[in-house]
């Protein structure tokens, strides 16, 4: 019988928003811990951070005991993949270098016999496009150049203060879940994929669709919820842990 598969996605480490249900980095890390020795895969579907920025010479200390714990499932065999998200998609090779961890900002997976399309989600719907111009900008080689002239804590709090104040303009926001449905549907159909699996919106979910199954871990902030794949059967898990 194949180890099981589990799916995570939006901690959004390294802020307590409102409402946010207490230790959620170290209840994060005492489940991935959990994971040793019983799963096969372990996919962060994007948004695990934030914010995060690699400097030359610098790497967040708030976050060692969750690098560690990934480290720790790379070692003992486990498939972790860590996808980038609207957040952290300024991820460099230090996760790939030095933890061992696959960082992808979309991928098919082959897992359990099934062919999963994963990605973020971020992006993909009509009325994104403020955000997909934003993005550009901001992935620009100078500005990311200028960014890290930046001292570390300068530039850690100027990105919270822009993700808090963009947080709090989206609060009223309507997510268009059929967008995210009907991309879903074509990504399956485009890449012959049996699952797709996004992140992005915080909604939790499993839907059949035409082509096959779209799902979304949901969140790790005010709810904890993990995607399980096991005997090629996907489920939705609310965590206490």
Not at 31 to 44: D, E, M, P, Q
Not at 54 to 76: C, F, G, P, Q, T
Request: with cysteine; net charge neutral.
């Amino acid at each position: 019988m194949d180890k099981v598969a589990y799916f995570i996605s939006d901690a959004h480490l390294g802020i307590e928003p409102p409402g946010c249900l207490p230790n959620r980095e170290e209840r994060l890390v005492e489940l991935l811990r959990s994971w040793k020795g019983n799963a096969s895969h372990v996919v962060i579907v994007g948004d695990l951070f934030e914010f995060w920025f690699e400097y030359r010479d610098y790497i967040s200390k708030n976050h060692l005991a969750l690098i560690r714990a990934l480290a720790d499932l790379v070692e003992s065999g486990v498939s972790v993949h860590l996808f980038r998200g609207n957040h952290d998609f300024a991820l460099g090779n230090f996760f790939e270098k030095s933890v061992g961890v696959n960082v992808h900002d979309s991928a098919v997976l082959e897992i359990q016999g099934k062919r999963i399309y994963v990605a973020h989600g971020d992006g993909v719907i009509k009325s994104d496009w403020k955000y997909r111009l934003y993005r550009k900008i901001l992935d620009c080689s100078v500005n990311r150049w200028l960014f890290g002239m930046f001292h570390p804590d300068w530039g850690m709090a100027l990105a919270r203060f822009v993700g808090r104040n963009s947080r709090k303009a989206g609060e009223n926001k309507v997510i268009p879940l059929d967008e995210y449905l009907e991309w879903g549907n074509g990504i399956l159909r485009e890449k012959a994929c049996d699952i797709c699996i996004h992140g992005h919106h915080h909604l939790a979910g499993i839907w059949k669709q035409e082509n096959g199954i779209v799902a979304s871990p949901g969140e790790w902030i005010k709810k904890f919820t993990v995607l399980r794949l096991e005997n090629g059967e996907l489920s939705l898990m609310n965590i206490d842990c």
